[in-house]
């Protein structure tokens, strides 16, 4: 069964919503928001989304363990079409299977964590406001002294699923998503953070209870990817009701012999 590009979004909202905290970033980048930024790929049931939003751009492929097998045929078949320059987000296993045509960098472990115990938030007094584009100013100046180098998509304030902390006017805390699609009932948080002067106040767990609380209303799915090894975030978002619901790797990818 040879690998095909895949337009449909109906199949492939079928194929992913079938585990939808694994798959949340694929659901919602069937969304029309990123959609035409995206190239699908399936072979059989498996899918790998080639995500073109950021350079270079990110593969995307998730399987849970019994299914990884025929998730590495896909990759090894799409292998040779690839961009000689990607990230790739990969489950356990499946970084190994590109090395004979890429070159294997940076790897770095992640865990994708899930809300499925809301109860929890309860437990957090949330706090903050809606962000939106007026803020993008401050929003750069909190990014760029307390989380330089994040991956962030100004586009993503249009959501409105952004939730920011003030202190004497100032932006110091924040946390917003990556991913929100009510179309397909899931949300992903990213580019939570506090600014260095005011850490260790619970702020951003205010924060991401306030969102969470804004994103219950829309979606059924709160996800998140977290480094395995940022244990104070793993901590917080483990007091707020995430658990681990999956282990994958992060890979910088240069293709052998074409740059």
């Not at 492929?61 to 590495?72: D, G, H, I, K, Q």
């Not at 004979?100 to 007094?125: E, G, I, N, S």
């Not at 202190?167 to 929100?180: I, P, T, Y």
């Amino acid at each position: 069964m040879p690998v095909r590009a895949e337009h449909d979004r109906a199949v492939l909202a079928d194929l992913l919503g079938r585990d939808p905290v694994l798959h949340a970033y694929q659901l919602g980048d069937l969304d029309d928001f990123f959609w035409p930024y995206t190239s699908w790929f399936r072979r059989g049931e498996q899918v790998a989304l080639l995500y073109h939003g950021v350079d270079p751009p990110t593969l995307l492929a998730f399987a849970p363990p019994e299914r990884t097998a025929e998730l590495a045929e896909l990759l090894t078949e799409l292998a040779p079409l690839l961009p000689a320059r990607l990230y790739a987000h990969l489950s356990p296993g499946l970084g190994p299977v590109l090395a004979p045509w890429f070159r294997v960098d940076a790897a770095t472990a992640h865990l994708k964590m899930a809300l499925t115990d809301p109860a929890r938030l309860a437990a957090v007094q949330p706090a903050g406001e809606p962000l939106s584009a007026a803020d993008l100013p401050q929003l750069h100046e909190l990014y760029a002294a307390a989380y330089p180098g994040n991956w962030f998509d100004p586009r993503m304030l249009d959501t409105g699923q952004y939730v920011g902390i003030r202190q004497g006017g100032d932006l110091v805390a924040v946390a917003g998503v990556h991913v929100w699609s009510p179309t397909w009932r899931v949300a992903a948080l990213g580019n939570v953070t506090t600014h260095p002067r005011v850490r260790g106040r619970g702020l951003a767990g205010a924060a991401v209870a306030a969102l969470c609380g804004r994103l219950r209303a829309s979606v059924d799915h709160v996800t998140l990817n977290v480094k395995v090894d940022n244990a104070t975030a793993v901590r917080l978002y483990e007091r707020l009701g995430f658990t681990r619901v999956a282990d994958y790797g992060e890979y910088e990818l240069t293709a052998l012999g074409r740059v």
